[in-house]
T-cell receptor, first 112, second 115 residues
């Protein structure tokens, strides 16, 4: 089957912006999500975007959606050391199951 | 209360043991999920309960047996596991379940080691 793809690793300096990218598979997905996982913890929903939008801003987070290219990105402004974590994008498969499928995850390391 | 609580946090079991993982939420959510997560991998869906009925079973081996006693509780019964079943087992809940804006709330997981 197809995979939801993300780059494995991103390292940024504290105070810089981070951009995490995701290529998803189902062009008819209604909602797309970004989750954060800190070490030893479960996943935390950060934000989501409805498929009829191309941008959503939520405080330091900006989500961009390019439906034509099936590309989703998460920009974190003024990145802090507490943002160091693994970030997963996720899409809803629009077959009969409506399963939520997670991307491979991007490990973000924020250097002081 | 916006928490999903999982117990135990850590579990070590032998291949002949029987154990259970427990999950609880009091947010009034109608869907509950079990995911399996191996190290450095994304979570993989195992089971979904929607309105207390099993709605998705991702061809999980029968040595994993889910149970949903009521809308707040979800169990995962384990029997005759293999070492490759060692993983972080995550429980999640959502307000309505698959097919809608499926915002999942996750517990912290049970780290399972099978010896």
């Amino acid at each position: 089957g197809e995979d939801v793809e993300q780059s494995l690793f991103l390292s940024v300096r504290e105070g810089d912006s981070s951009v995490i990218n995701c290529t998803y598979t189902d062009s008819s997905s209604t909602y797309l999500y970004w989750y954060k996982q800190e070490p030893g913890a479960g996943l935390q929903l950060l934000t989501y975007i409805f498929s009829n939008m191309d941008m959503k801003q939520d405080q330091r987070l900006t989500v961009l959606l390019n439906k034509k290219d099936k590309h989703l990105s998460l920009r974190i402004a003024d990145t802090q050391t507490g943002d160091s974590a693994i970030y997963f994008c996720a899409e809803i498969l629009m077959d009969s199951s409506y399963k939520l499928i997670f991307g491979s995850g991007t490990r973000l390391l924020v250097r002081p | 209360d916006t928490e999903v609580t999982q117990t135990p946090k850590h579990l070590v079991m032998g291949m002949t043991n029987k154990k259970s993982l427990k999950c609880e939420q009091h947010m009034g959510h109608r869907a509950m999920y079990w995911y399996k997560q191996k190290a450095k991998k994304p979570p993989e869906l195992m089971f979904v309960y929607s309105y207390e009925k099993l709605s998705i079973n991702e061809s999980v081996p029968s040595r994993f047996s889910p149970e949903c006693p009521n809308s707040s509780l979800l169990n995962l019964h384990l029997h005759a596991l293999q070492p490759e079943d060692s993983a972080l087992y995550l429980c999640a809940s959502s307000q309505e379940g698959p097919g809608r804006n499926e915002k999942l709330f996750f517990g912290s997981g049970t780290q399972l080691s099978v010896l």
